[in-house]
């Protein structure tokens, strides 16, 4: 739990902590990298040369996820996370 209010929290950390709140359960549980590479990222049509680029890798509960921006990745992160936890409603057509 931060000692900050909630509403004073970076939006990448409160997302986080609305995701996988603090539980009775020790480890790394969410995991955020930046890498380089060859043509990784920032490859736009008005782009004609090769380039390096860096971008983000956010792993956990189960999902990674990687972009160009941090806000993006995190965001894509949750959606995933958020997609996987919500049920799906099975409906069943009825047959004439």
């Known amino acids: 739990m931060s000692n900050k ?3 004073l929290l970076n939006p990448i950390d409160s997302t ?3 995701l996988k709140p603090a539980g009775m ?3 790394t549980h969410v995991t955020i990298e930046y890498f380089t ?3 990784l990222f920032n490859t736009r049509p008005y782009h004609n040369y090769e380039t390096w680029s860096g971008g983000y ?3 956990g509960l189960g999902h990674t996820v990687e972009q160009e921006d941090l806000d993006d990745a ?3 992160w ?3 996370v958020t997609e996987a936890q919500t049920p799906s409603i099975a409906v069943e057509k ?3």
Do not use: M, N
């Open 78 to 80: 949750a959606s995933s």
């Open 74 to 76: 995190v965001t894509a």
């Open 16 to 18: 986080i902590r609305k």
């Open 57 to 59: 890798r956010v792993t």
């Open 94 to 96: 009825e047959t004439p």
């Open 25 to 27: 359960d020790d480890g």
């Open 37 to 39: 590479g060859f043509e």
């Open 5 to 7: 209010a909630r509403h």
